[in-house]
């Protein structure tokens, strides 16, 4: 399968479509998302924003700090998150997109935060943070990248 990517809500309400291939599909594993996602685990599926149409009008926001979450306004889907750290890209919920089975993770995210019962034997790259650098914690002062995970 190739580029456009469909997705929507449970409902229908809510659609959008991708232009171009993902840059980034990860599991999240932190507390904000299991909130946000009542899900034990998270997974998203990263495109640059201006990849990215939506179509109806039931998409709601939710800001928290610098991330700002949308969800369906009808049926209460998930949907994406932007972060104001990374300008230009989107994260769609993983389950949103209508052929999931395409957008395997290539890595886990946060896996500090992971519940302890929750076991994913694979061999994906785990990152105890975050796995996309934020600016403000690209560089530590020696000129390093911080060696906690911040790379994607
Ligand atoms: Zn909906
Ligand atoms: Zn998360």
């Known amino acids: 399968m190739t580029a456009p990517h469909a997705g929507g809500c449970r409902c229908g309400a809510v659609r959008f479509e991708a232009s171009a291939e993902p840059h980034h599909i990860s ?11 009542g899900a034990p685990v998270s997974a998203f599926v990263g495109f640059m924003t201006g990849q ?3 179509t109806g ?3 709601k ?3 928290n ?3 700002t979450r949308s969800f369906c306004g009808i049926c209460g889907s998930p949907i994406a998150y ?12 993983l389950g949103a997109m209508d052929m999931p089975a395409y957008f395997k993770p290539t890595h886990h995210a946060h896996v500090r935060e992971q519940l302890p019962y929750l076991h ?7 990152h105890l943070k975050t796995s996309v650098p934020r600016p403000a914690n690209l560089q530590s002062p020696d000129g390093q990248r911080p ?3 911040t790379l994607s």
Do not use: N, Q, T, W
């Open 57 to 59: 009008k039931a998409l």
């Open 120 to 126: 994913m034997p694979d061999d994906l790259p785990r």
């Open 27 to 37: 599991y999240c594993h932190c507390g904000d998302c299991r909130r946000a996602s």
């Open 147 to 149: 060696s906690d995970g």
């Open 82 to 93: 932007v972060d104001e750290r990374l300008e230009d890209h989107i994260y769609f919920m």
């Open 61 to 63: 926001m939710f800001e």
């Open 65 to 67: 700090g610098p991330v």
């Open 52 to 54: 990215v149409a939506f």
